[in-house]
């Protein structure tokens, strides 16, 4: 995701009409397979309103947005290397 469109969903999911479910659509987007675990994770942390606030706030899935693209970039520099890496034990 782009820093624009990163901003523009979260701006959407403050306004989203349920945002709790927004915020699971999000985190399944972003590649977290169980989110329906994650919420229940959090549930036992944050009360109910806590959760609604942490998924009606923009930042939060800017940073979360951010870790992700962090960990796709990181998860690509090493599939480069191993395919790198293999190339070169195989060259003819």
């Keep these: 995701m782009s820093a624009d469109s990163d901003y523009e969903f979260a701006q959407t999911a403050a306004e989203s009409d349920d945002p709790v479910e927004?915020?699971?659509?999000?985190?399944?987007?972003?590649?977290?397979?169980?989110?329906?675990s994650v919420l229940?994770?959090?549930?036992?942390?944050?009360?109910?309103?806590?959760?609604l606030m942490l998924a009606s706030d923009p930042s939060i899935y800017m940073g979360l947005s951010q870790l992700n693209d962090d960990y796709m970039e990181e998860q690509n520099d090493l599939a480069q290397t191993l395919a790198e890496d293999f190339e070169d034990e195989f060259a003819f």
């Design 22 to 36: 927004y915020f699971a659509n999000f985190l399944v987007q972003i590649g977290v397979e169980d989110s329906a």
């Design 40 to 51: 229940a994770q959090l549930a036992t942390e944050l009360s109910n309103e806590e959760i």
